[in-house]
């Protein structure tokens, strides 16, 4: 069973400028999350769908990240404009149970984006 | 507001010797409880997960954790470590609508 795929592994952008990331979750995982990871702390969520619709976005920082599912499948998370304090790894993970339960269920991450802004 | 905490930012052990990650929550129900592993470069791989029933929760490479409702706690232990496990540990609770993770316990494997 292939795992969730995220590209690209690293970016290096300057700040202002605009970044995208993609994921490829599980096929048939119907709960796709996007978590930042800033150096020396826990993952944070930032967006959850279940198929191509938003169940909760409360810590995305609206301003400047946004993100989509189209199709419910594969999703992209962008930036725009980005800033220094956006330095981080971005993991992808997917889940298949449906609804919000699928928060007690296993979460199946991606090898991440690293991304630096200077 | 809940929250995870991992007191041990970094544990260094020995090769053949005993492990345990502390890791404790706070939350009004009982949660659901996951241990993850990061390896230098890698995604968080689950290690194992409490739901419910037995406290005592066994897990890939030979890891396990006992729930403890009492001390709000959700440790993880391993009998013998190998040089392998040298990575970085996240315990997180998902509650309703909510998944948290802690700050993560890096660990050092010495020969």
């Known amino acids: 069973e292939a795992g969730v795929a995220q590209s690209p592994r690293y970016k290096i952008i300057e700040k202002r400028q605009s970044v995208a990331f993609w994921c490829n979750p599980i096929?048939?995982?119907?709960?796709l999350y996007w978590y930042q990871q800033i150096l020396g702390q826990g993952p944070k969520l930032l967006i959850q769908?279940?198929?191509?619709?938003?169940?909760?976005d409360s810590q995305l920082p609206k301003d400047r990240f946004s993100a989509e599912r189209l199709k419910g499948v594969d999703s992209t998370l962008k930036i725009q404009p980005a800033k220094l304090e956006d330095s981080a790894v971005y993991l992808c993970?997917?889940?298949?149970?449906?609804?919000?339960?699928?928060?007690?269920?296993?979460?199946?991450f991606g090898p991440g984006t690293r991304l630096t802004v200077l | 507001a809940q929250s995870v905490t991992q007191p041990d930012i970094h544990i260094t052990v020995s090769e053949g010797a005993s492990l345990e990650l502390r890791c404790n929550y706070s939350?009004?129900?009982?949660?659901?409880l996951f241990w993850y592993v990061q390896s230098p470069g890698q995604g968080l791989q689950l290690l194992l997960k409490?739901?419910?029933?037995?406290?005592l929760v066994q897990g890939i490479k030979g890891f396990e954790a006992e729930f403890k409702r009492s001390q709000s706690s959700f440790n993880l232990r391993k009998p013998s470590v190998h040089w392998s496990d040298a990575a970085e540990y996240f315990c997180?609770?998902?509650?309703?609508?909510?998944?948290?993770f802690g700050t993560g316990t890096s660990l050092t494997v010495i020969p």
């Open positions: 096929s048939g995982h119907a709960t």
């Open positions: 409490y739901f419910s029933g037995d406290t």
């Open positions: 939350y009004g129900a009982t949660p659901y």
């Open positions: 997180a609770v998902g509650t309703g609508n909510q998944f948290y």
């Open positions: 993970a997917s889940s298949l149970v449906s609804g919000t339960s699928g928060r007690g269920n296993e979460q199946f």
């Open positions: 769908f279940q198929n191509n619709g938003v169940v909760d």
